[in-house]
């Protein structure tokens, strides 16, 4: 298991470790819930020990929200507690814009009354259902029968009874949520039964919520699992909106520094350290290239550490998401445009899923893991593309770009992946990525005299000798750019760049080579002439 998958899988403990918001729910008559009603019951604190919850904090952690949820994804819910003697029925209803009460005719029965402890009913039993409108539904507990008139009570505080003469009116709040801590996507929905039932100004209830308890599990809340910013540097920045408290949970744990041009530690650095690269190599941009030589660098550009850097840039260091440009620290991304899935981060544009291992029925989107879009909403023009959990462009659904190498479906066609791209400084967008450019040095006029000893490293021409012509000899390579100058066209005007080659070649042999060539060709001409009669 590399470091990437176990840096994944440290994420996915934490975000379901790490605290959740507290929260004091109150009901309209000033009583604070849940409470402990000691009449020998089991207790909300006593199921939470039993079942390996031990950072939840049955008082603190007990919300009103989330009150609604998808069913599109395959959850089940398990009965885990039942300490009423109440029979009663729990049901789920069609969350519809604008309600303000709900009526038993609106509840879908999930969970007949008297059902033991240990029932499970999974997302099928309401997404198969032709009452299912779509959408959101909410959970409710109802007693079909005697001493009780019949009004639900559900999730949605808003849709319980009033507590007009109470000093804050409002609805008695029958129900509290508790996000799992050891289980992704799992909530405890527990509910007051209402054995007396809740009146305009009395709750009649010991408000221990013990009565009915339902452990659901693959559950997506409304407006939760949304990619989000935590406010921290490097890779910890991403994270995933939280249900309940809502606020942003980081889902991506700082590791060791890699060259993949992201801040992999967290501390505001990127690619930083030695030892990132082998063979020799450094570390520019997030890839491993080359080092350069001295003399192998643009005339305002000095060879530090392998890398080409602008001379007016040695000494400058910027932070995070900035890079030196002429001696002063600039947006790194400023103007970028990376191409297809790329995103910028610290002047390289990456492909931020890349090393992350998401658990079945989660996708990765903009480096965190969630949902698949089967179990949530695509917005307005988008659809679910169910082979790789993601929202796409509408137009694109069916559209398959495999067979054209390096393109991308927008608007319902397939463009190149470079289409509309603008990379970084000293950068060229190539089969779909951005690489690094080698500059290129422009060919000077042909050399007025090879006699006179000058070596031109630009094209060197026989022509009127054997006819041959050695173009490619006076090709320079700087090999690697600076991390923050990049490789900038020559301060003279007129260089040209090429994407990097696969073999490892400095600019600096180059030369040596075209040299030596030039040299053995004067001696073969001179040769000639001493045999000419």
């Known amino acids: ?70 069913p599109l994804c395959d ?50 039993n309401i997404r198969t259902s032709p009452n299912y409108l779509g959408g959101q539904i909410g959970f409710a507990l109802i007693r079909t029968s005697g001493g009780f008139d019949g009004r639900p009570f559900a999730t949605q505080p808003e849709l319980n009874p009033q507590c007009t003469a109470c000093a804050m009116p409002g609805p008695w709040v029958m129900s509290l949520i508790y996000p799992s801590r050891t289980t992704a996507n799992a909530f405890y929905v527990t509910f007051e039964d209402g054995n007396v039932g809740a009146t305009p100004g009395s709750f009649q209830n010991d408000g221990d919520y013990n009565d009915y308890v339902f452990f659901f599990e693959g559950l997506q809340c409304t407006g939760g699992g949304e990619p989000c910013n935590t406010g921290m540097m490097g890779v910890c920045a991403a994270g995933l909106t939280r249900c309940g408290a809502m606020g942003c949970q980081q889902s991506t744990m700082p590791s060791s520094e890699t060259c993949d041009g992201q801040d992999n530690d967290c501390d505001g650095m990127t690619d930083e350290g030695g030892g990132l ?140 992946r470079c289409a509309g791209a603008r990379c970084p400084a000293g950068q060229m967008c190539a089969n779909g990525e951005c690489v690094t450019a080698i500059p290129v040095r422009p060919e000077p006029s042909p050399e007025p005299s090879l006699e006179a000893g000058v070596i031109d490293s630009g094209a060197v021409s026989d022509a009127g000798m054997d ?53 053995v060709r004067r001696a073969n001409r001179r040769r000639r002439r001493s045999n000419t009669p």
């Open 1 to 70: 298991m590399n470091k990437h998958t176990l840096a994944s899988l440290a994420a996915s403990v934490a975000l379901f470790a790490a605290p959740f918001a507290e929260a004091i729910v109150t009901q309209p008559n000033g009583l604070v819930v849940p409470r402990d009603s000691m009449n020998g019951e089991s207790q909300l604190y006593t199921l939470f020990s039993m079942r390996g919850e031990a950072g939840l904090d049955w008082q603190r952690d007990g919300d009103r929200t989330p009150a609604t949820f998808s």
């Open 75 to 124: 959850f089940r819910a398990t009965l885990v507690l039942r300490q009423t003697a109440s029979s009663l029925a729990v049901g789920w209803y069609n969350v519809r814009p604008g309600m303000t009460s709900l009526a038993p005719a609106d509840i879908n029965t999930i969970v007949p009354a008297g059902s033991p402890v240990g029932t499970v009913i999974s997302g099928a």
């Open 277 to 416: 690269c082998t063979g020799g190599n450094v570390c520019d941009r997030g890839r491993c290239v080359p080092p350069c030589l001295e003399g192998a660098c643009f005339d305002s550009q000095r060879c530090i550490n392998g890398l080409c850097v602008e001379a007016t840039c040695v000494n400058v260091n910027c932070p995070e998401g900035q890079r030196c440009i002429d001696g002063a620290c600039r947006g790194a991304c400023d103007a970028v445009v990376c191409p297809a899935d790329r995103v910028c981060r610290a002047g390289a544009c990456v492909d931020p899923c890349a090393g992350v291992m998401c658990p079945m029925g989660q996708a990765c989107n903009s480096g965190v893991c969630r949902a698949s879009c089967a179990c949530s909403s695509c917005a307005a023009g988008q659809s679910c593309n169910s082979a790789s959990g993601l929202c796409v462009d509408s137009a694109c659904v069916g559209v398959d770009c495999s067979s054209m190498a390096n393109t991308v479906c927008r608007a319902g066609a397939c463009v190149d």
């Open 467 to 519: 006819g041959s012509t050695a173009r490619d000899a006076g090709s320079f390579d700087s090999g690697a750019s600076g991390r923050d100058a990049g490789v900038a066209p020559s301060p003279t005007g007129g260089c040209g760049c090429r994407a990097p080659q696969p073999a490892s070649r400095s600019g600096v042999v180059w030369l040596a080579l075209a040299a030596g060539a030039i040299v």
